[in-house]
């Protein structure tokens, strides 16, 4: 639930500021502003106006993670894990139809000839 409080104070903070990418809000300092909240026992008189999430808010605001890079490589796919490795772009994983024969092989005569009195 304390996650999801402080997430929902660190979305609030993020909509005021529209020109800002929400991602750069970062978790562990909304955590800390409420830890150090509880810690003080920041506004626990009756009289005083409670902003628990302003004060968070105010704290993210000020302590933005940096812009996120653009991706140099596209979102990839991983392949399966396979115990041989594979080489090169164009791997040709088909599937092949196999046949495969089994014969039965008897005794020979011989063999029984031999045993006979």
Known sequence: MTY????????DAM??????????????IAWHSARDQIIQAAGVIAETVI???????RHVLTALLPARRLRVCPRIVKRA?????????????TSYEATVGI??????NTLTATLDP
């Open 51 to 57: 902003d628990l999430a302003g004060t968070i808010g």
């Open 15 to 28: 909509i005021t500021r529209p020109d800002l990418d929400p991602d750069r809000a970062a978790f562990s």
């Open 81 to 93: 894990i396979s115990k041989h490795q594979a080489r090169g772009p164009n791997i040709d994983r």
């Open 4 to 11: 999801q409080l402080l997430r929902n104070a660190m979305a």
């Open 103 to 108: 014969d039965i092989l008897t005794p020979s």
